[in-house]
């Protein structure tokens, strides 16, 4: 099945047969984790279950304030800070972190883990397990990568949910996605590889270049190039201090291709990206660059294909004798395009498939709670591979390992008869045997891939009644200016004076007067002739708008149209809601009309029994906390979100009406949730404020195992 977009309406779709699940056997080991955090009392909780003055440094008091903010207990769970998104500062922190005698040693990259010896608990020490800001970093990408979800009662061999499924759908959107969470994690990861390969070619690291150099010649001279490889792969692997020794981090951005330092693209040094450029919370740099880098593909092939440079049309003229073939005699427009199209699907899904290994690689090399046994399993596997494989190097000779390099090309060009009945007979005998070579089912097996990492912390938040709340927001324009950090050591390390890293990380005096200056261009208001011409275009396409709008209203109010009732109230002009919205009341349209999604557990909060409701009529105020107790006395219809099969994310307007509604409105345009229960009813949620939040709640507090789709 190809879409072209992300879907507007909903789509009816068969209702498969499921098994029910319980929390009393967990399906995954995602479930598990997150339900041991319940079942032990001295295992990882949410930080606010301590005493507040546990969260407080000695050494940043910068930070006390926002250390020390009330979470707030409405009966139903934690707010934890839903209504703070405009400002991180205000937010507890960390938000996740565990109960212990200790310090854990592997946090020390946090805050200061000292307890205040006037405490009359001092015994009970705070040792965070995910600060907030890479927790934030995982759920803005989250929200970006999974958009549709559906429920499967079969448990995955890697023991986790969320896996992409092979005959998943394919749709542009979903295919832009999968190439930003590329960028992120293979492209980011082999760019930063060959800048420590050019450093080390360029001999300006020149004690570091020469021990390589004197290994590399020793190996070469005794015959143990491979065996010496895998050692020091081997040493990588197992000890992690190794990494910083061997290859000591230098921000990519300040290497050129000559392996020298220079000055970032952006001008200045404001994160660890690939150009360095400002962010307002960490990681939102590379996730912009990547944002950037599928719109200039989509520019570059929108360019070919319009003929819109002259030199690239001449080109294309030159190459095809002068004149184009007239499209309706063309016969090659629909294989060639039909033949694309079917490709499409199967890269989308290598694409998807390889960026989950990257992050799975990644995960295991640096384990990240709650998954830190998986890490010490990789660590023994891998050493034993590349103990095998060192051993081989230095025993086989190297004639041998040439000869059956060899066999194995010619098997493969050759043996196709042979191979594909060995596979056809595995496929009937054993129809799941490629799963079992996976590398997620064997070497990185109970490894999670960074979504599946999230879901389980956003899992762990709900099973302790604290939902996380949603990453603090920002867009406006950053100063061009050098992060605090910039350029610490690199002076001794590239062997250069601080006056070239000063000059590398800094900006330009031109161009911060120049980036100072759009900012102060974007405050004062326009005169021009053709920013007057702008406005009034901006002021009919606004009306236009407005007059859609209103015939929507209307035939939304007779019921003329269901798409009218879809759209109705997607634009939101104004700031969030003041009143209560998230995480128990999310305030959004059903069928055009007013009222507010609630998630509601019961009396006993027994997760088992959550529903999610629906009320008509208006939020009440954030102070009316006694309400929502009585919530389930005032839903006009409910679900028991246990019995949740598919949910998934629906846009409010095309993506073309979205760039022209947003800019004539000045407005942000409020997207839909799908959600359809195992009897195959659906419940369209339209203009829905949160609606990532509500999204990740909903899947994060059932027990269903959950396929990407």
């Not at 969470?181 to 390969?197: E, P």
């Not at 041998?400 to 008869?417: M, R």
């Not at 099969?645 to 004539?664: D, N, R, T």
Request: one cysteine or more.
């Amino acid at each position: 099945m190809i879409e072209d977009d992300e879907p507007t309406v909903p789509s009816i779709i068969s209702t498969p047969k499921m098994a029910p699940n319980t929390h009393n056997s967990p399906p995954t080991l995602s479930h598990k984790l997150a339900n041991d955090t319940v079942a032990n009392d001295d295992a990882t909780t949410t930080a606010t279950d301590l005493d507040n003055n546990h969260l407080g440094t000695q050494h940043n008091p910068s930070t006390q304030s926002r250390r020390n903010a009330e979470p707030k207990d409405n009966g139903q769970v934690k707010d934890l800070g839903w209504h703070e998104v405009g400002d991180s500062g205000n937010l507890p922190e960390p938000l996740l972190a565990k109960k212990s005698l200790a310090p854990d040693p592997d946090a020390s990259n946090y805050a200061s883990h000292e307890a205040d010896h006037d405490h009359e608990n001092n015994d009970e020490k705070l040792a965070p397990v995910v600060t907030n800001e890479e927790l934030f970093t995982l759920i803005r990408r989250f929200n970006k990568n999974i958009n549709h979800v559906k429920c499967t009662h079969t448990t995955p061999l890697s023991n986790f949910d969320l896996e992409i499924p092979p005959k998943e759908t394919f749709t542009v959107f979903k295919f832009r996605t999968r190439l930003e969470q590329f960028y992120m994690t293979i492209g980011v990861g082999l760019v930063s590889a060959y800048k420590h390969l050019v450093r080390l070619r360029s001999w300006q690291e020149w004690r570091r270049t020469s021990s390589f150099l004197y290994i590399y010649a020793m190996a070469w001279y005794f015959d143990a190039l491979l065996s010496t490889l895998f050692s020091m792969l081997l040493i990588l692997a197992v000890y992690p201090p190794s990494r910083g020794i061997l290859f000591p981090h230098a921000p990519p951005a300040l290497i050129s291709e000559t392996g020298q330092l220079k000055k970032p693209m952006t001008n200045v040094l404001a994160s660890d990206s690939l150009t360095g450029a400002p962010e307002s919370h960490p990681g939102e740099a590379i996730e912009q660059e990547a944002h950037s880098f599928v719109n200039a593909i989509v520019e570059l092939a929108m360019g070919l294909a319009t003929g819109e440079s002259p030199e690239k049309l001449a080109n294309i003229k030159d190459k095809t004798g002068g004149d184009f073939t007239e499209t309706e005699h063309d016969k090659t427009k629909k294989p060639v395009s039909d033949a694309v199209w079917e490709e499409a699907l199967p890269v989308m899904h290598l694409i998807g498939v390889m960026a989950d290994l990257w992050e799975r690689a990644g995960n295991a090399l640096d384990p990240r709670w709650p998954f830190g046994d998986a890490g010490e399993r990789f660590r023994f596997v891998l050493g034993g591979l590349l103990g095998v494989l060192i051993l081989g190097g230095l025993v086989v000779p190297g004639w041998l390992i040439v000869k059956g390099l060899g066999f194995a090309i010619g098997f493969l060009l050759f043996g196709d008869p042979v191979i594909r009945a060995v596979a056809g007979w595995l496929d009937g005998a054993y129809p799941v045997w490629r799963e079992y070579l996976s590398l997620k089912t064997t070497i990185l097996k109970g490894v999670p891939t960074n979504a599946q990492l999230t879901l389980t912390l956003l899992r762990i938040g709900e099973r302790n009644y604290a939902p996380i709340p949603p990453p603090p927001g920002g867009n406006d324009p950053l100063p061009m200016d050098a992060r605090p950090t910039a350029g610490e050591g690199l002076d001794k390390l590239l062997n250069v004076s601080p006056a070239e890293v000063d000059h590398a990380i800094q900006p330009s005096p031109q161009a911060k007067e120049e980036a100072d200056g759009n900012l102060r261009e974007k405050k004062k208001p326009k005169h021009h002739m053709k920013d007057r011409m702008l406005g009034g275009a901006k002021h009919i396409a606004r009306g236009l708008v407005n007059s859609v709008r209103g015939a929507d209203r209307a035939a939304a109010h007779v019921n003329l149209s269901q798409s009218a009732k879809y759209r109705a109230g997607v634009v939101r002009t104004g700031p969030l809601p003041a009143k209560c919205t998230g995480p128990v009341r999310f305030p959004a349209r059903r069928d055009g009309k007013r009222g507010y999604a609630v998630i509601h557990y019961g009396e006993g909060r027994e997760v088992d029994e959550a529903v999610l409701g629906w009320v008509s009529g208006e939020v009440p105020d954030e102070g009316d906390m006694d309400t929502i107790g009585k919530e389930g006395d005032k839903m006009d219809w409910s679900i028991r979100i246990g019995d949740i099969y598919e949910i998934q994310k629906i846009g409010g307007l095309g993506w073309k009406s979205k760039i022209l509604v947003g800019w004539a409105m000045d407005g942000e345009i409020t997207d839909g949730v799908l959600i359809r229960n195992r009897a195959g009813t659906e419940y369209h949620l339209t203009a829905i404020s949160f609606r990532d939040e509500l999204f990740n709640r909903l899947v994060a507090i059932g027990g269903q195992m959950w396929e990407s789709w």
